[in-house]
């Protein structure tokens, strides 16, 4: 039993990954319109209407505002907090599943997630935790300004892990950015930096992670050089496998873990 995570595009503008399993095909956010979705989808050789479900991190509209009518257009089951869920205008029970932090949610019968509570301001954002009922773990994180106990804790021991690396500090505090809004990103319910991301990995790296992705790396305050630099110095030694940059325009590659697939963990689109 395998897992397929395809990055559909990742960025200030819209963000949506794609993970399989041999018996559910679903989305972890819906920051595109539909007619996006049904294009990156498509370039990966997957139809929209194949999806089951749709879990949505936070409300913010580059990770949620297609959610809606993706469920219209799809069928789709739409999980989200009940926050995120009244924030995008979709109703408890009859237009949106509701979950609570730390509770897992089955998306198919082999995927389920589990939600991490992580700070972000403005929001009820989570990571999530996913499974596919073989043992086999990904993390993906996105949209906070620091990390959390929890959030380290269910990090380790996964196959693989998606995480921001959202700006480069030199970059952030020497650019045209005004000063209030350097501190929103810099702050605890901001984003994190290539530093901070680095740390993250560097605390749960171990022979179980075979892949690793940088998203939502600002287009201003950063460059997929300078946070591939950070994470690979912060990690050498203790990580010999896959490591790439998501960014806006996607779908470029897929990684996959599970059964038979440990020498062949990315492919390029």
Known sequence: MSMQITHLGSGSRGNATLIRTDETTA??????SARQIEKRLSMVGVAASDLDAIAITHHHSDHGKGAARARLLWGCEVHANLVTATKLLLE???ECRTF?????????????????PVPHDGAENVGFI?????GMRAGMVTDLGDSTDELIRHLNGCSHISIESNYDYSRLMNGPYPD??????????GHLSNEQTATILEQVSS???RSIVLCHLSEKN???????????MRIEGKFDGDLRISRQQGPEFSHWIGDGVSDKIALTI
Do not use: Q, Y
């Open 222 to 232: 950063n460059a997929p050089h300078l946070a591939e630099s950070e994470t690979l």
């Open 27 to 32: 989305l972890i956010d819906c920051g595109f």
């Open 130 to 134: 996913l499974s596919n009922g073989d």
């Open 207 to 209: 022979p179980e992670l």
């Open 100 to 116: 609570t932090s730390l509770e897992r949610v089955e998306l198919g019968p082999d995927l389920s997630v589990l939600p991490i």
């Open 180 to 189: 209030n809004l350097k501190r929103r990103i810099t702050g605890r319910g």
């Open 92 to 94: 408890p029970v009859n």
